[in-house]
């Protein structure tokens, strides 16, 4: 449990404020490890027994992003902080790194992250919540150390305007205005 106690008076009205975005870089989530593929894969290939649980010294850093987010996200509607419904937009970032998979935002989320998803379905906790894929770049751009040449690349440079590199991926379309979660956060 969250002991609010230690937050102080500014950070505990921070967080228990009626709105909430929560970015999440969809390009680095870190997914579960399911032990028994592992040890499966491991062992049609001929490799060494892969460590385990008791083999692994518990680390926070080692849990999936999705269980991360639960927590959090379950702490917020605790205690002090639970205030009833809240408006929550999660925002996966980095969206052109995963666009090409050809799921929307929600299709992502219950694909990639089924505990998130299914949190957040099952109105365990009041969130009312929509999932919004958002690249403000628009692609990959070349590292110059690495004397990368993408095409891609050129034609976002080519755009009239930097603005309209921005993609904005909701359950109502797709658009270049980034402030759509915002907008639906507030709103």
Known sequence: MLDVLCLGEAMVDTLAGPSILLLVNGDTIQFPAWVVERMALAKAIGLPRPAVAEDTEWSADLAPTQVKVVDLLQMLMADDLDLGERRLALVLSAWDRVAGEGLTPEELLSM????????????R?????????????????????????????????DLD????????????GASTDITRPLDWLIG
């Open 112 to 123: 990639k992250m089924p505990l998130l998803d299914q949190y957040l379905r099952s109105g």
């Open 125 to 157: 906790d009041p969130w009312n919540w929509s999932v919004w894929g958002v690249s403000a770049q628009g692609g990959v751009y070349e590292d110059p150390e690495k004397d990368e040449k993408f095409a891609e690349t050129d034609v976002l440079r």
């Open 161 to 172: 305007r930097a603005s309209d590199r921005i993609k904005v991926v909701g359950d109502d």
